[in-house]
């Protein structure tokens, strides 16, 4: 890896859209990287940071000084410098340092942390060890549904466009892992150490079970299904707990207004959990949401002309079937015109 491909995978660092082999090879590089790069590679962590306006909230300033200290304790063994000291209105620090890879049992120079990062999921700051997301695993726009194991033995199944965070292995009383996107998880079952599951603005709480959550930051909803087991939505102080064939159904209005967490009854599981047999399965879906769904899996971009009409979606396609074809079956419905050009898809009505 050289000083560009080091500025392109800190681009996929901040939104989550790298694999863990990208993140080995960046620890690598960082190992053998001057000073002079090092900060460059900095500055365009800091900047991206800014641009994409991620949490602002970080460690306690008590956690700082202990991590100063600790740093610099090191550093002084070493004969090093730190190039860059914890900002802690942003929350987030770069540090150049080789005592960092042992300081941080592998995690490398890079250290991003906001306040869920630090203190764990919703809790408060405490002096108890914290396990660290240090791993992430994703799908792009347009690629297949992926399959692999978690360190406990869980089985996660993630959609397109989907990128779970998790650690290297589950040490602490509590199985921690973050999603962006759609994932099915069927959960080791361990009573001792509950598995918690966090998404957007909630947590979902698992002691073992099948489980369907469907949360990309596009959506204007974030949807969890249980398919067996038993689990808990929580979301504040509001708590929702779920039988098989239920989904919680969290809203996420343009007002940024708080709503209740809903209870849907009976759902259809077929249709839900249709993207992990390699369908997209439409039921009276809206055309926004239609088309959120096709941009994924083709790895398209959508755009809208005019003023659109309220229409609604029922059908079933196979994910392997020409999206063009798609698009004529949604003209034909409902007479919705569409133009395109390279990726992008143009929709009038």
């Not at 962590?45 to 641009?51: F, M, N």
């Not at 080791?188 to 698992?206: C, Q």
């Not at 229409?311 to 034909?332: C, V």
Request: with cysteine.
């Amino acid at each position: 890896m050289n000083l560009r491909e080091a500025k392109l995978f800190v681009a996929r660092f901040v939104t989550g859209d790298h694999t863990p082999e990208e993140y080995a090879a960046f620890l690598q590089w960082l190992e053998n990287a001057s000073s002079e790069d090092l900060g460059v590679v900095a500055d365009e962590h800091e900047a991206l940071q800014e641009r994409w306006a991620l949490s602002t909230a970080g460690p306690s300033s008590e956690w700082i000084e202990q991590l100063e200290q600790k740093l610099d304790r090191a550093d002084a063994k070493k004969g090093q410098a730190i190039i860059k000291r914890i900002n802690a209105r942003r929350g987030f620090r770069w540090i150049a340092a080789a005592s960092m890879l042992t300081f941080l049992a592998g995690g490398g120079y890079l250290w991003y942390s906001s306040r869920q990062a630090v203190t764990g999921l919703g809790q408060e700051a405490s002096n108890k060890p914290v396990e660290v997301l240090s791993k992430s695993f994703s799908t792009p726009k347009g690629g297949d549904q992926q399959r692999f194991e978690l360190a406990d033995g869980s089985k996660v199944w993630l959609n397109a466009a989907s990128t779970l965070k998790y650690p290297a292995s589950f040490s602490g009383k509590e199985r921690n892992v973050e999603l962006s996107g759609e994932a099915y998880f069927e959960v080791a079952k361990n009573a001792d150490k509950p598995f918690h599951i966090k998404i957007r603005d909630a947590k979902i709480e698992v002691l073992g079970t099948q489980i369907n959550v469907m949360a990309y930051e596009d959506e204007p909803v974030s949807k969890t299904t249980l398919v067996e087991g038993a689990i808990k939505v929580v979301r504040g102080a509001e708590q929702l707990s779920l039988q098989p064939g239920e989904q919680a159904e969290i809203a996420y209005p343009l007002s940024g207004a708080i709503t209740p967490i809903k209870l849907i009854r009976d759902v259809n599981q077929g249709s839900v959990l249709s993207w992990k047999s390699g369908y997209l399965d439409f039921k009276n879906d809206d055309l926004h949401t239609v088309m959120r769904e096709i941009a994924r899996c083709y790895d398209l971009e959508v755009k809208y002309e005019g003023k659109i009409r309220e229409m609604h979606f029922t059908g079933n396609f196979s994910r392997k079937a020409d999206f063009h074809e798609i698009l004529q079956q949604l003209k034909d419905l409902q007479h919705i015109s569409f133009s395109i050009a390279g990726k992008t898809i143009t929709v009038t009505s």
